[in-house]
């Protein structure tokens, strides 16, 4: 079926357009323009915002962590809401068949979750293959198991790292390799309550630098299109600014990807002792032309935090609101859930609030600082309307300011940072730039040859943005329509996104070993069999190579 998209305001950073003009779909992918073709479906998009579907390079929607944090605060959930029941996943809030559809209604149509540990990789392919309209994908942990810190104890080559890691991607069907507070987690287990990255892991002799350097280095090695993402060490500390910068100096050369970044950009001014370092941050990023952020930006509301760095949450649990949380430990990082209410009188959230905005807005290449809450530890994705409208508003910022403690921003230069972002920079952070930063060149753009992902934005109300991103006008997923108007009118099923690297063999005869002589069980455990999800063509392969 032939299907024209007429008159719209097309926005599409990858090929220069910013203007009016046609777009065509046939089998689910953007065409040129037929020679004298008659549609079989028009749609008029005369004074609409046309770009192609959004991606979420870092969002937890799926795994052991976030089902804890279902089972921690149940009466948070809108579990009386109406919802099919094609599964138990789905009876849950805040669910798998909730997350794909309020994605869906925002224009988003691939969401990555970003820190999936090797032995839950099954179970949160399984959950991903239940969210409904939108394409996932997950990023393998690494840099706090025993198999990789003891080739690192052992000097082990650089290509034997390399072979684990693709091992490790293929099996569990990664996207890209994730990394924790390299080593606190294994320091965690000997009693140590901060890691540094230049501290050494007790008994196997290795630093977090160490760590993250080999990591960085088999992930260029294996080709793999994402650079390595980080989770540094110190999150969430006065003064934590300075790690940061030492790690974006570190690992100058090879490309670094850095999460959540505003968790890093604290400084220690003020009757506080506690100030944005934004400014800092932002401009070191800005030198650094291999390392790209994603921002973690805090929102005022409930929330829950939600990690793998069970060092950080463990030392974080006395902040809890309400006073619960749960910590657990095991092979890899573990993880802690501690829920959190950022309040707008609070001076520290204030900063927080206000930091994560100068990030994105002294950062100067939209290509190079995406757009995340870190969902749901600065807040929920579906806060991301309101934080767009921000962006694009100064004097939206300023009447939120005003609301805010005065000696909090005394401590900000937010109210001295005029910049507004355009569409053309939102549809490059959120369309474009991530694409290109996960290896997809399929989509991101509205070329022809793109699939067929495209959100459409009635953003006539400049007073409204934020509820014309929540509602979208029209969203189509590889062509079909899905919402109208803001509402789902169609759930099909996504894919799963992810690398096939091929290991060297001896690799996994170590590994075989390894795991039937440390838990008396087969590797093939960690395997993700296409089988397991119960429906055909629920992976796609993402070449390696940049």
């Known amino acids: 079926m032939l299907t024209r998209l007429a008159g719209g305001h097309v926005i599409d950073p990858v090929h220069g357009q910013d203007g009016i003009a046609d777009l065509w779909m046939r089998d689910g992918r953007i065409v040129a323009a037929p020679d004298g073709g008659d549609a079989d479906v028009t749609h008029d998009l005369g004074g609409k915002v046309v770009m192609a579907g959004a991606i979420d390079i870092h969002s937890h929607i799926a795994g052991a962590n976030v089902n804890t944090a279902r089972l921690l605060l149940p009466h948070w959930h809108p579990a009386a809401a109406d919802r099919p029941d094609a599964t138990w996943l789905t009876r849950a809030g805040w669910s798998t068949d909730v997350i794909g559809r309020l994605y869906a209604a925002m224009g988003y149509t691939t969401v990555v979750e970003p820190a999936v540990a090797p032995h839950h990789a099954l179970h949160a392919h399984l959950?991903?293959?239940?969210?409904p309209i939108i394409d996932t994908a997950i990023l393998s942990i690494l840099g706090n198991d025993d198999f990789l810190?003891?080739?690192?104890?052992?000097?082990?080559?650089?290509?034997?790292?390399?072979?684990?890691?693709?091992?490790?991607?293929?099996?569990?069907?990664?996207?890209?390799?994730?990394?924790?507070?390299?080593?606190?987690?294994?320091?965690?287990?000997?009693?140590?309550r901060a890691f540094s990255l230049d501290d050494v892991v007790p008994d196997y002799g290795v630093t977090s630098?160490?760590?993250?350097?080999?990591?960085?280095?088999?992930?260029?090695?294996?080709?793999?299109?994402?650079?390595?993402?980080?989770?540094?060490n110190n999150l969430g500390m006065a003064g934590n600014v300075e790690t940061a910068l030492a790690t974006i100096s570190g690992f100058d050369?090879?490309?670094?990807?850095?999460?959540?970044?505003?968790?890093?950009?604290?400084?220690?001014?003020?009757?506080?002792?506690?100030?944005?370092?934004?400014?800092?941050?932002?401009?070191?990023?800005?030198?650094?032309?291999?390392?790209?952020?994603?921002?973690?930006?805090?929102?005022?509301?409930?929330?829950?935090?939600?990690?793998?760095?069970?060092?950080?949450?463990?030392?974080?649990?006395?902040?809890?609101?309400?006073?619960k949380w749960v910590i657990y430990d095991g092979d890899s990082n573990g993880g802690g859930m501690v829920p959190y209410e950022y309040r707008r009188s609070d001076f520290f959230n204030a900063v927080q609030?206000?930091?994560?905005?100068?990030?994105?807005?002294?950062?100067?290449?939209?290509?190079?600082?995406?757009?995340?809450?870190?969902?749901?530890?600065?807040?929920?994705?579906?806060?991301?309307?309101?934080?767009?409208?921000?962006?694009?508003?100064?004097?939206?910022?300023a009447e939120w300011m005003a609301t805010l403690p005065a000696e909090a921003l005394a401590v900000t230069t937010l109210a001295s940072i005029s910049r507004e972002y355009t569409l053309t920079e939102i549809a490059t952070m959120t369309r474009a730039a991530p694409a290109r930063l996960l290896g997809l060149s399929d989509r991101g753009h509205l070329g022809a040859g793109a699939r067929a992902d495209i959100a459409v934005y009635d953003?006539?109300?400049?007073?409204?943005?934020?509820?014309?991103?929540?509602?979208?006008?029209?969203?189509?997923?590889?062509?079909?329509?899905?919402?109208?108007?803001?509402?789902?009118?169609?759930?099909p099923p996504g894919r799963a996104l992810s690398l096939a690297p091929e290991p060297d063999a001896a690799i996994g005869r170590r590994l075989q070993a390894y795991y039937e002589s440390r838990y008396g069980l087969s590797d093939a455990l960690l395997r993700v069999p296409e089988w397991a999800v119960g429906r055909s063509q629920s992976f796609e392969v993402v070449s390696c190579g940049r």
């Open 253 to 323: 050369g090879l490309p670094i990807h850095l999460a959540h970044v505003q968790f890093y950009a604290y400084g220690t001014e003020g009757g506080r002792g506690f100030s944005s370092a934004a400014p800092r941050l932002a401009e070191a990023v800005n030198r650094a032309k291999t390392v790209t952020v994603d921002v973690g930006q805090v929102m005022f509301g409930q929330t829950t935090t939600i990690s793998s760095d069970v060092l950080r949450q463990f030392n974080a649990r006395d902040r809890a609101r309400p006073r």
């Open 459 to 491: 953003l006539g109300n400049h007073r409204d943005r934020a509820g014309a991103f929540r509602h979208a006008a029209l969203v189509f997923k590889d062509g079909e329509l899905v919402v109208r108007d803001g509402a789902v009118v169609s759930t």
């Open 149 to 192: 810190l003891g080739l690192l104890r052992d000097g082990e080559s650089g290509s034997a790292i390399a072979d684990y890691a693709a091992w490790t991607l293929s099996a569990t069907r990664g996207l890209g390799i994730k990394v924790i507070n390299a080593g606190g987690a294994m320091a965690f287990k000997s009693n140590l």
């Open 353 to 397: 609030w206000a930091a994560g905005l100068e990030l994105f807005l002294l950062i100067d290449d939209p290509s190079r600082v995406f757009f995340t809450t870190d969902h749901p530890n600065g807040a929920p994705f579906t806060s991301y309307p309101d934080l767009m409208a921000l962006l694009m508003s100064r004097d939206l910022r």
């Open 127 to 131: 959950e991903l293959a239940d969210t």
């Open 209 to 232: 630098r160490q760590i993250v350097a080999a990591l960085q280095k088999a992930a260029d090695a294996l080709g793999v299109p994402h650079p390595v993402h980080v989770h540094c």
